[in-house]
T-cell receptor, first 115, second 113 residues
Framework: AQTVTQSQPEMSVQEAETVTLSCTYD???????LFWYKQPPSRQMILVIR??????QNATENRFSVNFQKAAKSFSLKISDSQLGDTAMYFC????????????FGTGTRLKVLA | DGGITQSPKYLFRKEGQNVTLSCEQN?????MYWYRQDPGQGLRLIYY???????QKGDIAEGYSVSREKKESFPLTVTSAQKNPTAFYLC????????????FGSGTRLTVV
């Protein structure tokens, strides 16, 4: 069965510092996509970054980047120069293809950026 | 601007009452989804639809019903059979194959009074 696991329920980071959120997944499929979503206190879920499993190059979006380790089935999110507005729940998710695409969310990591 | 609109933002339900949550998208997305989120929890899939006039149960469909008569609309009805409906409900949509990620609405907070 496909799974997505976030082992850090809560984290905190000082403003302007760098933080890494962990995510591991398990699948026997070769065709899949990985995502990080942000849910701020407003509760609107926003797509932060996306990684295609067949691409070795790590995705980057401004201050957000991923460390994709396919063999280890790891997909961590690095936030550089953390800002107060980064305070949110972060969900890792994956879309696995097995006849049809199946989307699975992790349980989330609550990140608090401290002033 | 393209996006997903959920309404109402807050909804109160009396015991034994059915209520309907609205979800409309103008992104021309084929697939639409309903998720439930309890406090401090992740997302649990209620129902999804990949094409008009077709939908499938997710992991927690009991006590809920949906329809997909138009591509743009995917309303969710919380029936009286749902014994613990107080939660935050999120609607999402995606293009074919979910490979580009979901676009989410702003959610509906449902409370039983």
């Amino acid at each position: 069965a496909q799974t997505v696991t976030q082992s850090q329920p809560e984290m905190s980071v000082q403003e302007a510092e760098t933080v890494t959120l962990s995510c591991t997944y398990d699948t026997s499929e070769n065709n899949y996509y990985l995502f990080w979503y942000k849910q701020p206190p407003s509760r609107q879920m926003i797509l932060v970054i996306r990684q295609e499993a067949y691409k070795q190059q790590n995705a980057t979006e401004n201050r957000f980047s991923v460390n994709f380790q396919k063999a280890a089935k790891s997909f961590s999110l690095k936030i550089s120069d953390s800002q107060l507005g980064d305070t949110a729940m972060y969900f890792c998710a994956s879309s696995f293809f097995s006849g049809t695409y199946k989307y699975i969310f992790g349980t989330g990591t609550r990140l608090k950026v401290l002033a | 601007d393209g996006g997903i609109t959920q309404s109402p933002k807050y909804l109160f339900r009396k015991e034994g009452q059915n209520v309907t949550l609205s979800c409309e998208q103008n992104l021309n997305h084929d697939a639409m989804y309903w998720y439930r989120q309890d406090p401090g929890q992740g997302l649990r899939l209620i129902y999804y639809s990949q094409i008009v006039n077709d939908f499938q149960k997710g992991d927690i469909a009991e006590g809920y019903s949906v329809s997909r008569e138009k591509k743009e609309s995917f309303p969710l009805t919380v029936t009286s059979a749902q014994k613990n409906p107080t939660a935050f409900y999120l609607c999402a949509s995606s293009g074919t194959g979910d490979i580009y990620g979901y676009t989410f609405g702003s959610g509906t907070r449902l409370t039983v009074v």
